[in-house]
């Protein structure tokens, strides 16, 4: 399955880099675990960092009622969601080839303000599960007040494009002579040691789910 | 040294997350590997995810001078520069209080193009350097059509804000109660083992600079 591929969802520097496939989007937007979301308010863009989780063709992302970001896209102002992973530094032997490995997503459309109460609740079970899954089943869920202290939006899967570099450092031919180290150093996600609230009871184990957490596969 | 603290630099959701001071926006401009770059096009927002560096009171990013978001922020279109840190993740006893422990910088403003050759260089040198110290002086630097195909633009440490979110969850009194793992656990960036590209020759050694590779202090 592919995604439907407008002029503002090909990508045009690099086309070689283009992927308009379901898998790899999804993908993309899974292992990630932040995205980064882009409105225009007073003719000037926002950028803000937050979280979000996929359900099918729909990526969620909630908020405060009472943020402006979510304000504004529940209006209907056009939203441009990125996901990016960054998997490692590429060293070439010139500075002008130095690039980095990396999957993105650029998803575009309107959001759509869920409204619908259960649907609510299933989007910020996948937003939770997105996070860390697991962790939904294990915690009180939201209740009448924190539903209506949330917001949450819908934006499907339709515009869309990922962007992907692997491989290691391409160098013009007389650089290779060089004595320049070259390579690949990849970078990932580290994860540490759970560190239990200072609040909490003896004898409340680290769940499985959190002492083995890691993102993607 | 303060930032100028206009409306749209001013954190509004969580205001006691907002900090001003230069020496934290500065640490996590130089702390993230990457931006995410926003801007206004035909009415709509785009978020590209692209490599920064920072000297002194600007920050520069470069690119093919053919990119579509060059173009455009080069023309005055006004721009929103976003660098994100995650720490870790809040496990809260309910869903509705789980969080993110998080470092991030907006940065506003209108972006200058770069045409004195001599600011371009130190500009891209600042990038090499941002994204692994002790890289710019072991490599070739850019000749003089290199440098003809990448744009520079510059952005002011001006009109800007940081978000923070430290420490563990805060439940409501009633879940304290509940028999819920709660606490955060560290995320962070791994780095892996170097890995030389196929075309170099033997007995070049993998520099200190990127065997010792790690971010931020």
Redesign the interface.
Known sequence: MTVRRTA?ATV??LPERGRYDRDVIDTILDEG??C??????????????T?HGRDGDTVYVH??A???ALKTLSQGA?????V?L?D??V??????H?S?N?R?V?L?GTARLVTDSEEKMRA?EAV?QH??PG??A??????EK?LKA?SVLALPIDEASAKVRTG??KDDEP??A????????????????????????AG????EY?RR?SRGK
Do not use: K, Q
């Not at 060089?178 to 909490?200: F, I, Q, R």
């Open positions: 503002r045009r520097r675990l932040i980064h979301l882009g409105f225009v308010a007073d003719g000037a863009p926002f950028v803000i960092p979280l908020g405060s009472a943020s402006h056009p939203a441009c969601l990125t990016t960054v490692g530094l060293l070439a032997r010139s500075a002008f130095h980095i990396y993105s650029m575009f910020l939770t996070v860390i962790r939904w294990d915690v009180r869920t939201p209740n924190e949330t290691g450092p650089d290779y060089l004595s320049v180290w070259a390579g690949v150093l990849p970078l990932g996600m580290s994860v540490g040691e759970a560190l239990p609230d200072a609040a909490l009871p409340i184990a680290v769940p959190v957490y």
